[in-house]
């Protein structure tokens, strides 16, 4: 990001030399052990007896939601709540008739506080008010409601800040939801765009598990080919879905970051902003660096390009190397998510200040 400063945090050692299949959860749990196993064991004995706050802060695709669902997979979904400040208020949205039957409706209600009334913070959810955004006050209240559901767990909170107005929430925000003994922090991550961009044109997913993938970044093992159209396409291999249903693009995503460019300028505002704060710890994760910087990392940490070539019945997978100019110019290579999440486990020990 320009004009930021990410340290630049290695992964490779010489004590570690097996190659690890970081591609599957058995593979990831060898992966982290031997990685950060000090780290790890110092962030489980903290879990045993306490939470923390986390507000997790990049661009759009950043991987937030990866990260934390790789944190999950380390200690335990029983451990941490990753909530989405964006799917929360679109499922309220959806599913707004039922819930507000429910006997929790009268507690979101006496969560809320703020400068219009409930009912037009409602009719704003809904989109039937003329006023233009959803007051922050209610997101709070809906996030205050959402967090009391997880007692016991520590909070990935994606989403807030959102807006520049919403900064100061952040920074007081475990004390808004009577979090007073847990550390807070903030994790930033630094993605380029083309990155970003690279993620959003090949991405497809599961209809069925609602798997995420890339066709050209992260394949599943099942390929396969459309003689219609002539193109290769993934089939879901999630054991948990068990369907190998097609996967598939969403409508809108080849033309890339062009529809999102003003939300990623403002979310680089936002983390702007944050960056320069003081007297809450921060987490700072690279998603990339420069190749002159890649020996620190070992090969299979690092993101490759994939393509696929038909030969008679046989569909051949080919691997290559991938590089792209970073928001600086500088010639780059991505790190897979795994690798950034260690470079995460790595900082952790000392914002939590164990």
């Known amino acids: 990001m ?10 490779k050692s010489a004590d570690v030399t097996k190659k690890f299949d970081i591609n599957s959860p058995a593979g990831r749990k060898e992966y982290f052990e031997a990685k950060a196993g000090a780290e790890i064991s110092k962030i489980r004995e903290f879990l045993q007896n306490r939470t923390f706050v986390a507000n997790m802060v990049g661009k759009k695709n950043a991987g937030k939601g990866t990260y934390s669902k790789l944190f999950g997979e380390i200690f335990g979904m029983d451990k941490i709540a990753h909530i989405s400040v964006g799917d929360l208020v679109r499922d309220s ?39 233009s ?10 996030l205050k409601f959402e ?66 993938r890339s066709v050209k970044l992260l394949p599943t093992s099942k390929i396969g080919y459309d003689e219609d159209t002539k193109e290769f396409y993934l089939m879901c291999d999630n054991p948990d879905c068990g369907t190998s249903a097609r996967m598939v693009g969403k409508e809108g995503d080849e033309q890339g970051i062009d529809p999102i460019r003003k939300r990623l300028e403002k979310d680089e505002e936002i ?17 990339n660096v420069a190749v002159s910087e890649k020996d620190k990392y070992d090969d299979y940490e690092i993101t490759s ?29 991505s790190l897979q998510a795994s690798a950034a999440v260690v470079t995460m486990l790595k900082q952790l020990p000392e914002a939590l200040r164990i």
């Open 93 to 131: 949205h959806v599913n707004w008739a039922e819930f507000e039957k429910s006997p929790e409706f009268a507690d979101l209600k006496n969560h809320y506080r703020g400068f219009i009334s409930f009912d037009e913070a409602i009719e704003r959810l809904h989109g039937r008010s003329q006023s």
């Open 305 to 333: 390009a994939f393509s696929y070539e038909k030969k008679g019945d046989e569909i051949i997978t080919k691997e290559s190397a991938w590089t792209f100019k970073d928001d600086n110019g500088v010639e780059s290579v």
């Open 147 to 212: 967090i009391s559901k997880h007692k016991g767990k520590s909070i990935f909170l994606d989403g807030l800040p959102r807006e520049m107005d919403q900064v100061s929430y952040a920074l007081y925000f475990r004390d808004l939801i009577n979090y007073r003994e847990d550390p807070d922090l903030f994790i930033l991550i630094d993605i380029p765009e083309a990155v970003i961009d690279e993620r959003i044109k090949y991405r497809v997913i599961c209809p069925n598990c609602k798997t995420s």
């Open 271 to 287: 983390m702007k902003l944050i960056f320069g704060i003081h007297g809450v710890p921060k987490v700072l994760i690279r998603n």
């Open 2 to 11: 320009k004009g930021l400063e990410f340290p630049i945090i290695g992964t």
């Open 133 to 142: 955004l959803l007051p922050t006050e209610f997101v709070l209240a809906l």
